[in-house]
């Protein structure tokens, strides 16, 4: 079965950049979504289709895709970002699979 | 405004059946390219997709809980339901509900508040 793995954490000072990392075998030939949730809460949908933003997400998040890596980037990171995120494919080798990443805490310092 | 609540007991005993409910408004479970899907969270852990229903009644199921799992949905009352029989206490966690807007969107939103559920005797 496909897999999506995702760092456990990353850490990262108010007003600076993080770069959440998704890998899979050539995820970059499949659209890739992310997720924010925090903590008590279901989960956001903050990107799909690798860099698109849903209505209310601010610019500062963005992604991209390619090879065996997708990465969210969320620039001028702000307190309120403190949340753990999931990626997530569609997965249509065999049986038609939704695929969530094991997701990453992400830590304002 | 799209929205889902899930709703279903707090408790099971193990070996009974999980029947959870996704109430939906602000949408038809009718209107075409539309599906609902189940997601469940053990706690501290990660997401996992367990069933999707489509508009036109299609169905999908994990692989891996894919005996266990039945979904369904009645359109009159705006309603899916998802069993899931034999319930282990590796079952427990929240339970949500989400929606894939349109044909060829292979996302959620939004999801449902989630439902909690416990497997215990």
């Known amino acids: 079965s496909y897999a999506l793995t995702q760092s456990p954490s990353v850490s990262v000072a108010p007003g600076e950049t993080a770069r959440i990392t998704c890998g899979g075998s050539?995820?970059?030939?499949?659209?890739v979504h992310w997720y924010q949730q925090k903590p008590g809460q279901a989960p956001v949908l903050v990107l799909f289709?690798?860099?698109d933003r849903p209505s209310g997400i601010p610019e500062r998040f963005s992604g991209s895709n390619s090879g065996n890596t997708a990465t969210l980037t969320i620039d001028r990171v702000e307190a309120g970002d403190e949340a753990d995120y999931y990626c997530?494919?569609?997965?249509?080798?065999?049986?038609?699979?939704?695929?969530f990443g094991g997701g990453t805490q992400l830590t304002v310092l | 405004q799209v929205t889902l609540r899930e709703s279903g007991p707090a408790l099971v005993k193990p070996t009974e059946t999980l029947t959870l409910t996704c109430t939906v408004s602000?949408?038809?479970?009718?209107?075409?390219?539309?599906?609902v899907s189940w997601i469940r969270q053990p706690p501290g852990k990660a997401l996992e997709w367990l069933a999707r229903?489509?508009?036109?009644?299609?169905?999908y199921y994990s692989t891996s809980l894919r005996t266990r799992l039945t979904i369904s949905k009645d359109t009159s009352k705006n309603q899916v339901v998802l069993t899931m029989t034999n319930m282990d206490p590796v079952d427990t966690g929240t339970y949500y509900c989400?929606?894939?807007?349109?044909?060829?969107?292979?996302?959620?939103?939004?999801w449902g508040q989630g439902s909690l559920v416990t497997v215990s005797s």
């Open positions: 229903i489509d508009w036109d009644d299609d169905e």
């Open positions: 050539s995820i970059g030939s499949y659209r």
């Open positions: 602000g949408f038809s479970l009718r209107t075409s390219g539309v599906s």
């Open positions: 997530q494919v569609w997965h249509t080798s065999g049986p038609p699979n939704w695929v």
């Open positions: 989400a929606r894939t807007p349109s044909d060829g969107d292979t996302w959620f939103d939004p």
């Open positions: 289709d690798d860099s």
